[in-house]
């Protein structure tokens, strides 16, 4: 999971980015609204930390062009100093999904980043995920197509589920390969042969091919008709 820390505070930050980055996020950093806005929008990211008071521009301008000027919904946790009813009230006007105030434990931080996350992929209630006749099981990681078992490797899951939770969105390489292998970044061919055993094991009886190459894009998994061809 990919996490965009905005925070001026060279400290706060480091401390941040060392926690988040312990507990398995990607983690990267702007030290400035202009440049956390670009940031924001030029890369796709789970959620946003984002600080009220920064030089260039202010959390509250950061996240409403954001919302209104960008259409950009990732999850954003504002974190300030300021702990008025009229700022917090302030901060959810402008976009943000949630509100912590430091001092803050990063235990907590932790806590809330990851329930918006899940909140943002509708993993709260759901234990399983459904596009056309294939079913993720959350709990136990099962797939299913049509009620046929599929056998995937642990990469190749990596990827079912990424697709999953947003059916039709195109997913660039860098990205996709970001979300599987983090740092261990893998050579040209790798996240193309994963794709392709995926797409083997899913069409293995004749079913109707899912996942779609955008050329010069990426992939992403679409819902269509799937009696076999």
Known sequence: MKVLVVE????????????????????????NGQAGLEMAVAVSWDAILLDLSLPCMDGLTLCRKLREEAHRDTPVLMLTARDA?????????????????????LREVGARLGALIKRYRGEVAAQELRVADVRLDLTSLGVERAGRLIKL??????LLRIMMQAPGRVFGRAELESEVW????????????????????LTQRGEAEL???VHGLGYRLVARDTDAK
């Open 182 to 201: 983090g740092d261990e970044q893998p050579d040209s061919d790798t996240l193309r042969a994963h794709i392709y055993t995926l797409r083997k094991a």
């Open 153 to 158: 490797q642990p990469k190749c899951l990596q």
């Open 8 to 31: 001026d505070d060279a400290s706060i930050a480091a401390n941040l980015y060392d926690y988040l980055e312990a507990n398995g996020y990607v983690v990267d950093y702007a030290s």
């Open 211 to 213: 996942i779609e190459t």
């Open 85 to 105: 009813l009229d700022d917090r009230l302030a901060g959810f006007m402008h976009g943000a999904d949630d509100y912590l105030v430091k001092p803050f434990s």
